[in-house]
């Protein structure tokens, strides 16, 4: 079991940045490749970022492309979501995800998940 706990989201002006942290524990977290999605109200979960088990590689959806910079910390077993430019339209519970291959991960899936932490921008 690997256990993940998202941190660091909260109310910003549109322009403004915040960073998201996700602590994971259990299972060794190097061995798990990473993601970051979102879900806003009435509206499917969609895949933000994620990033492979040593770092090496990096994936985006569009719209965040130049904006939002995923990193991970295998010592202190956490992964990260710098979010720059914040839009209103980036407001949603955003959750980390673990799953021991990218290519799930990229699909939008997971084997672990965190509980979500509401990043709100307003106009």
């Known amino acids: 079991q690997v256990q993940l706990v998202e941190s660091g989201g909260g109310l910003v002006q549109a322009g403004g940045s915040l960073r998201l942290s996700c602590a994971a524990s259990g299972r060794t977290f190097s061995n798990y490749h990473m993601g970051w999605f979102r879900q806003a109200p009435g509206k499917e979960r969609e895949f933000v970022a994620a990033i492979s088990w040593r770092g090496g590689s990096t994936y985006y959806r569009d719209s965040v492309k130049g904006r939002f910079t995923i990193s991970r910390d295998n010592a202190k077993n956490t992964v990260y979501l710098q979010m720059n430019s914040l839009k209103p339209e980036d407001t949603a519970v955003y959750y980390c995800?673990?799953?021991?291959?990218?290519?799930?991960?990229?699909?939008?899936?997971?084997?672990?998940w965190g509980q979500g932490t509401q990043v709100t921008v307003s106009s």
């Open positions: 995800a673990a799953d021991s291959s990218i290519g799930t991960v990229v699909a939008g899936h997971g084997d672990y």
